[in-house]
């Protein structure tokens, strides 16, 4: 069975850090390519970033570059969210997703999704 499972959400003040994690199981992550989105009350989903198979490469939302990093450790079959210099505006249920096809900031595209863990940044 096809599962991911997000972890490591939380309340954190503004300028504080969390951790997500996000783990695989009934498949190899390293063979999908994996997005974090965000969904905020009211909000649309939207790709937070990504990190493709095998070279690892990665890509950022304007709005959180230089204070996110994505990374994967494949011995644990896991995709991890490092954010850093939280704002009240990161608040939003946060989600893990893993696709077959090319790397997109597109939540369509995904083919699976974990459950969502919930970040709030508080001021």
């Known amino acids: 069975q096809v599962q991911l499972v997000e972890s490591g959400g939380g309340l954190v003040q503004s300028g504080g850090s969390l951790r997500l994690s996000c783990a695989a199981s009934g498949f190899t992550l390293d063979h999908y390519n994996i997005g974090w989105f965000r969904q905020a009350p009211g909000k649309e989903r939207e790709g937070v970033s990504c990190?493709?198979?095998?070279?690892?490469?990665?890509n950022y939302a304007d709005s959180v570059k230089g204070r996110f990093t994505v990374s994967r450790d494949n011995a644990k079959n896991t995709v991890y969210l490092q954010m850093n210099s939280l704002k009240v505006e990161d608040t939003a249920v946060y989600y893990c997703?893993?696709?077959?096809?090319?790397?997109?900031?597109?939540?369509?595209?995904?083919?699976?999704w974990g459950q969502g863990t919930q970040v709030t940044v508080s001021s």
């Open positions: 990190i493709s198979r095998g070279d690892g490469i990665t």
């Open positions: 997703a893993a696709t077959s096809r090319a790397v997109t900031s597109i939540p369509e595209s995904y083919e699976y």
